[in-house]
């Protein structure tokens, strides 16, 4: 059964910073592309990031960029979300998802596993 699990979630003060871990019971996790996405109350589920398989490509939603970092460790099957600099706006439930998907994308069609989320809260 395939999981993924976010942690590091939390109430942070504008300008302050979170690191979010997700762990992934995948067999063969070098061979999926991982993203993050967020939904904030009452929006859109939106894109944030995404690594590819080795971890070689990155991809950033505008809003974030300069600010988050993905990264990836093949070794722990986990992807990881350094959030800088965090502004009320980022508030939302951040969640990791997988996909096999041959191009790195940014579409969350495209993405096959999800976690079930960790809350983000950034007071102003």
């Known amino acids: 059964q395939v999981q993924l699990v976010e942690s590091g979630g939390g109430l942070v003060q504008a300008g302050g910073s979170l690191r979010l871990s997700c762990a992934a019971s995948?067999?063969?996790?070098?061979?999926?592309?991982m993203g993050w996405f967020r939904r904030a109350p009452g929006k859109e589920r939106e894109f944030v990031a995404a690594?590819?398989?080795?971890?070689?490509?990155?991809n950033y939603a505008d809003s974030v960029k300069g600010r988050f970092t993905i990264s990836r460790d093949n070794a722990k099957n986990s992807v990881y979300l350094q959030m800088n600099s965090l502004k009320p706006e980022d508030t939302a439930i951040y969640y990791c998802?997988?996909?096999?998907?041959?191009?790195?994308?940014?579409?969350?069609?495209?993405?096959?596993?999800w976690g079930q989320g960790t809350q983000v809260t950034v007071s102003s």
């Open positions: 998802a997988a996909s096999s998907s041959v191009v790195l994308p940014m579409s969350g069609d495209e993405y096959s596993y």
């Open positions: 995948l067999r063969a996790f070098s061979t999926y592309n």
């Open positions: 690594i590819s398989r080795l971890g070689i490509t990155t």
